[in-house]
């Protein structure tokens, strides 16, 4: 997909240019009342009024996911889905996938009965007053900590050089996480703040629930964004890099007549068809696209969705063992990619799906194209000098390798081992031309040196990498000598 780089400066002009009507005409969108400018302060202790409400809110709900819990062994699988592209230009319907998941008809029955469990007390549920009490204003959701904080902030980095004031929380899993001058200096300079999971899964001190839950790794994504204190939360991964400032897509037609906006993955979607029948749908959806979701970044308003956000928490927490085997059957990138999408079909709510497949950045070691990140583009048709309508690249999710300065530089992933030569990793000066308009990745090494430069010494998973500023501007200067 070509988008030259006067395309590129149009629609970044556009979408700058709504920016600032939207701040100046608040009224007129999810923006209203919203001080966006607000300075995040530092970490939230754990007695925070807010902290409290979360907690009286989710604990009941810890008690109906427990009531809800699988009680059936793990989920095995015959053999792992395969991983095919499709074309880039089927968006669906979606055909039903072969089933490889291996259940008795005891243990599908009993599934069934716990899905149904939380399922009976969503639909009883009423989410206004809870919604509106908890949830206001719009920013930026991510979870960092430990090997995540280095991406996480050059990510923010990012978020701020597109123009974007929009506030952000970074979730860390626990206090074993929290890195004092990380979240009380460099974050409140960003306009971001850290807040801890554990300590909203903490249960009340008046409870009588049962609360004990436990989440990692791909769990704490969606948990993330239920205690995130936004209505309207754009969720980054920690490696999701934003190329525009995301405020002016909360205001479009997409988001605000579905309040749900998801990006395609790579590859077709490879659920079994068992899934739907647990979950209590009389067939297979006939509406789906044909590929898979990819959750690096979401767009979701909690208001509309604080139900779809609730079923999804399920699915993650009890992913790992049932879920993602469910809703992947092993195929690459299980996890929680699909849970956010899946919960808003199994509700029956609307959602919107990005139709624009994403495009591959690659870089090429022993001759060989290896994958190194997805570019993921917009869903706003901008025609120019009458050469019809193209998409903008909105965000680059960087995963293979992720943007961290310290595992960049000691883990090889800057070298070709069969050349001895380093390594551009989104591909030639020229696509990078073709797709962004400007060499990104030049870039984004300026803010990758600045930020591994100012704190080599403080990122507590770097300290002990020798050189690590030095070794970030040596490979800037050899492969981006005049960018960045």
Not at 165 to 192: G, I, K, Q, W
Not at 199 to 212: G, M, R, V, Y
Not at 312 to 340: E, M, R, V, W
Not at 430 to 439: L, N, R, Y
Request: hydrophobic share 40%; proline share 8%.
């Amino acid at each position: 997909m070509r988008f030259g780089r006067r395309r590129y400066v149009v629609v970044a002009t556009l979408l700058i240019a709504t920016t600032y009507y939207l701040y100046r005409n608040p009224a007129f969108s999810p923006l209203a009342g919203v001080d966006i400018l607000h300075r995040q302060t530092t970490l939230i202790p754990d007695n925070d009024p807010y902290v409290k409400e979360v907690r009286n809110f989710w604990a009941p709900w810890a008690s109906v996911f427990q009531e809800a819990r699988p009680k059936i062994p793990p989920i095995r699988l015959a053999s792992e889905a395969s991983n095919q592209k499709p074309p880039p230009w089927d968006n669906g319907p979606r055909e039903p996938y072969r089933n490889h998941v291996l259940l008795t008809p005891a243990e599908e029955a009993s599934l069934t009965a716990s899905h149904a469990t939380l399922r009976q007390s969503l639909d009883a549920y009423d989410p206004t007053q809870d919604a509106e009490q908890l949830f206001h204003g719009i920013g930026v959701v991510t979870v960092a900590g430990g090997e995540y904080f280095g991406p996480a902030i050059l990510s923010i980095h990012m978020l701020r050089s597109s123009g974007s004031v929009l506030p952000v929380e970074a979730f860390l899993h626990d206090r074993s996480e929290y890195e004092p001058y990380l979240c009380e200096t460099v974050l409140p300079s960003l306009n971001a703040r850290c807040l801890i999971i554990d300590d909203f899964l903490q249960p009340p001190a008046s409870t009588t629930h049962n609360t004990t839950l436990e989440a990692t790794h791909y769990q704490l994504k969606s948990l993330a964004l239920l205690f995130c204190s936004f209505r309207h939360a754009l969720f980054l991964d920690s490696d999701s890099i934003p190329l525009l400032d995301p405020a002016p897509l909360l205001t479009t037609s997409r988001y605000l007549s579905t309040g749900l906006i998801g990006w395609p993955d790579l590859w077709l979607a490879t659920e079994s068809p068992t899934f739907y029948s647990i979950a209590g749908l009389l067939s297979f959806p006939t509406d789906l696209p044909t590929a898979s979701s990819e959750a690096g970044q979401l767009l979701l308003d909690k208001h509309q969705h604080l139900k779809t956000l609730l079923l999804a928490c399920y699915y993650n927490i009890f992913g790992p063992t049932h879920y993602y085997p469910l809703l992947s059957q092993g195929a690459l990138g299980q996890g929680d990619k699909n849970t956010f999408e899946t919960a808003a079909v199994v509700l029956g709510a609307p959602f919107y799906r990005v139709p624009t497949a994403p495009r591959e950045l690659e870089r090429y070691e022993f001759g060989e194209r290896k994958v190194s990140g997805l570019v993921q583009y917009l869903w706003l048709p901008v025609a120019v000098d009458g050469e019809g309508a193209t998409v903008a690249p909105g965000f680059v999710h960087a995963n293979t390798p992720k943007m961290n300065a310290g595992h960049l530089v000691d883990e090889g992933d800057l070298i070709d081992e069969g050349t001895e030569e380093r390594l551009r990793l989104w591909g030639t000066t020229e696509e990078q031309m073709e797709v962004f308009g400007e060499d990104l990745e030049a870039r984004v090494w300026g803010v990758m040196v600045e930020v591994g430069c100012a704190l080599e010494k403080r990122v507590r998973e770097w300290k002990g990498r020798k050189g690590l500023c030095r070794r970030l501007k040596e490979h800037k200067n050899a492969v981006f000598p005049d960018g960045g």
